[in-house]
């Protein structure tokens, strides 16, 4: 791990920790001119409403391809963009970029939602609720349209820190989801104090090549705790079709996952949700065709 790409590219041999400072510098400085220079894209994923494989909503999901480091996770960069400070920048980006292209598609496809994954960085800046309101008047988007989603981990570190904010955005009518849940330790008491309206459950628990009846009782009690708070259940990683119809049997809203539909370019939307209005429903019959 000594050896290392350094700038402009030139093999750079250091001990470890130099090098993974060096990186790191390199690294802010490659995210910093991708904001500025246009280099991130978004992809979108559809929420497919299970009972009738109807799109009901995209998550808007980061790319970042870097000039000198190909394609890079934003599992890896968005921790350093929020250890930097760049995450609230990238992240609004995100929101307004998201909303327009949402707004867009609603004008020809009627009602669809959005998700946009927000980092807890976002969250407890005092700005982010009126960074999020100029977003959607920027795009024209109903806050009723969109759906924030924190992870478990975030809401159940800074358990106070965000309530705030969370209460003043569900206030203005943005609807709010905990990702990645099953993954976290909240308890129960807290849950029922949360102001959110969906649950997305891991996919460690779907995205399974043999779903196990454990896993398969895990995830009903998910679906049934939803149900009891009234929130909307969305399974992330549906990756065949046993997962899907299992999904299906316990009543589970909304899913996600490869099986239905990969993350897609803007560009390839309008085609999916057009054939979706002509009786062709995503992940029900045609689910291929797009991956
Ligand atoms: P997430 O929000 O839980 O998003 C789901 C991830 O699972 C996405 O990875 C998606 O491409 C992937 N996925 C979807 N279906 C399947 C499936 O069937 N099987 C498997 N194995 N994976 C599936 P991606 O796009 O690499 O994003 C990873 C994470 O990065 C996201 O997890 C989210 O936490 C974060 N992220 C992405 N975009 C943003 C963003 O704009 N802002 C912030 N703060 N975080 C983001
Ligand atoms: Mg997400
Ligand atoms: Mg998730
Ligand atoms: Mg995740």
Same mark, same amino acid.
């Given at each position: 791990?000594?050896?290392?790409?350094?700038?402009?590219?030139?093999?750079?041999?250091?001990?470890?920790?130099?090098?993974?400072?060096?990186?790191?510098?390199?690294?802010?400085?490659?995210?910093?001119?991708?904001?500025?220079e246009d280099g991130?894209?978004?992809?979108?994923?559809?929420?497919?409403?299970?009972a009738d494989g109807?799109?009901?909503?995209?998550?808007?999901?980061?790319?970042?391809? !870097?000039?000198?480091? $190909?394609?890079?996770?934003?599992?890896?960069?968005?921790?350093?963009?929020?250890?930097?400070?760049?995450?609230?920048?990238?992240?609004?980006?995100?929101?307004?970029?998201?909303?327009?292209?949402?707004a867009k598609w609603?004008?020809?496809?009627?009602?669809?939602?959005?998700?946009?994954?927000?980092?807890?960085?976002?969250?407890?800046?005092?700005?982010?609720?009126?960074?999020?309101?100029?977003?959607?008047?920027?795009?024209?988007?109903?806050?009723? *349209?969109?759906?924030?989603?924190?992870?478990?981990?975030?809401?159940?570190?800074?358990?106070?820190?965000?309530?705030?904010?969370?209460?003043?955005?569900?206030?203005?009518?943005?609807?709010?989801?905990?990702?990645?849940?099953?993954?976290?330790?909240?308890?129960?008491?807290?849950?029922?104090?949360?102001?959110?309206?969906?649950?997305?459950?891991? &996919?460690?628990?779907?995205?399974? *090549? /043999?779903?196990?009846? /454990?896993?398969?009782?895990?995830? &009903?009690?998910?679906? /049934?705790?939803?149900?009891?708070? $009234?929130? &909307?259940?969305?399974?992330?990683?549906?990756?065949? *079709? *046993?997962?899907?119809?299992?999904?299906?049997?316990?009543?589970?809203?909304?899913?996600?996952?490869?099986?239905?539909?990969?993350?897609?370019?803007? /560009?390839?939307?309008?085609?999916?949700?057009?054939?979706?209005?002509?009786? !062709?429903?995503?992940?029900?019959?045609?689910?291929?065709?797009?991956?």
């Open positions: 791990r000594a050896k290392k790409n350094g700038p402009n590219g030139v093999l750079v041999y250091e001990p470890y920790m130099h090098a993974e400072a060096l990186d790191r510098l390199s690294l802010r400085g490659d995210l910093q001119r991708a904001l500025r991130f894209r978004l992809q979108y994923q559809p929420l497919i409403r299970l109807v799109p009901a909503g995209v998550e808007a999901l980061i790319r970042w391809q !870097s000039p000198a480091r $190909g394609f890079v996770s934003p599992v890896d960069f968005i921790p350093i963009a929020e250890e930097f400070g760049l995450i609230v920048d990238i992240g609004q980006w995100v929101l307004e970029n998201s909303a327009i292209q949402v609603r004008r020809d496809f009627g009602d669809l939602g959005l998700n946009v994954n927000v980092s807890g960085h976002q969250l407890v800046n005092p700005r982010f609720a009126d960074d999020v309101m100029r977003a959607l008047a920027i795009a024209g988007l109903p806050s009723s *349209a969109v759906t924030l989603e924190l992870t478990e981990s975030v809401l159940m570190t800074e358990p106070d820190l965000g309530m705030a904010a969370l209460h003043q955005l569900r206030g203005l009518g943005v609807q709010l989801s905990i990702d990645d849940f099953g993954t976290g330790y909240s308890s129960l008491a807290y849950l029922r104090e949360l102001p959110v309206d969906e649950l997305k459950i891991d &996919r460690a628990f779907i995205a399974r *090549a /043999e779903l196990t009846a /454990e896993d398969l009782a895990l995830v &009903r009690t998910i679906v /049934e705790l939803a149900q009891i708070l $009234g929130l &909307r259940v969305v399974a992330e990683g549906i990756e065949n *079709a *046993a997962q899907l119809a299992a999904l299906r049997g316990l009543g589970c809203g909304y899913g996600q996952g490869y099986h239905l539909c990969r993350p897609v370019d803007p /560009e390839v939307v309008p085609d999916q949700l057009a054939r979706a209005q002509a009786g !062709s429903p995503v992940g029900v019959l045609d689910h291929r065709s797009t991956a």
